[in-house]
């Protein structure tokens, strides 16, 4: 918390304005000296180091209320976005999660605390999508691209957004390597789970029509477990992991998905955004009627 600066609405301010007077004596906030208390109180869209507003909370036995009422966010050095804990339990989010899980991920410059989170995509349509949850999420911001002939396109996204994902998807903790995080397998909305993983069989996803066979590739056999899971949770059964080693001798782990039910469900729930693989589905889907 102590890498974020947030502002909080008009009311939530006046409401600690009112219950906070000589907290320091009081509550004992040896750290917090007189003159924050009372900048948080009375300077308008006061930037608020985030450990410090919690602190301050717990104490005033309030830390529930704090999240909800935070409007803008931002690290020490990177521009201010929206905030809206509502936001982050929505297909949009979970879509994005998808997408950075996939074909994206995060550049990190450790030594400045820069973490910037980007996408990689040829399809226009996943990317305009991308952007467009985004915005539904954070607002409208200045999101930079630029175009790459034999790489995909790329869209990037601030340290402020990229910090939250770093620490979402737990990147120091498991050496950058990509995993489901536990609040997607912890999830019991299917409508947020069918987006997290519509964003990644975009990305990652193969079909097969000829063979009935719709298909997902990792190289981590952990992530894929993880997808695979998330996979069952919606309500599909998915066969069980195999190995396949290619010409380059690169190992990858797939499991596929076959069974006119299975995929009769993925259809009407998951789907694809990505144009090719739609209509591949809906050739698929065809030979059932």
């Known amino acids: 918390k102590e890498d974020y600066y947030v502002q909080i609405k008009k009311e939530f301010q006046q409401y600690l304005d009112n219950n906070i007077k000589n907290l320091k004596e009081e509550l004992k906030l040896e750290k917090i000296s007189k003159n924050t208390i009372y900048r948080i109180r009375k300077t308008p869209e006061y930037w608020i180091n985030l450990k410090t507003l919690f602190e301050i909370a717990e104490r005033l036995k309030i830390k529930e209320k704090t999240v ?27 879509r994005i ?31 305009d999508s991308f952007v467009e949850d985004i915005t539904k999420v954070f607002g409208e ?26 620490n979402l998807l737990k990147y120091e903790a498991l050496n950058k390597k990509k995993r489901v995080p536990q609040f997607i397998l912890d999830t019991k909305d299917k409508e947020l789970l069918n987006s997290f993983l519509q964003a990644l069989y975009d990305d990652e996803g193969y079909l097969y029509p000829q063979k009935y066979m719709i298909v997902i590739a990792q190289k981590s056999k952990d992530l894929l477990e993880d997808i695979r899971k998330v996979v069952t949770m919606v309500g599909i059964n ?16 797939y499991f596929s998905i076959t069974s006119k039910e299975n995929i009769i469900k993925f259809y009407q729930n998951i789907n694809f955004l990505h144009p090719i693989k739609k209509e591949k589905l809906q050739k698929l889907i065809n030979k059932y009627r």
């Open 68 to 94: 909800e009422n935070i409007t803008k966010i931002k690290t020490h050095n990177s521009f201010p976005i929206e905030f809206n804990i509502n936001n982050l339990i929505s297909p949009s989010f979970f």
């Open 141 to 166: 911001f200045k999101i930079y691209s630029r175009m790459r002939e034999k790489h995909g396109d790329e869209i990037w996204l601030p340290t402020t957004i990229g910090s939250m994902f770093y």
């Open 238 to 253: 998915p066969n069980p992991i195999h190995i396949h080693k290619s010409k380059d001798k690169t190992t990858m782990h």
């Open 97 to 127: 999660i998808g997408h950075i899980i996939g074909d994206g991920g995060i550049h990190v410059i450790e030594k400045e605390k820069k973490y910037r989170a980007f996408y990689v995509n040829n399809q226009k349509e996943l990317l």
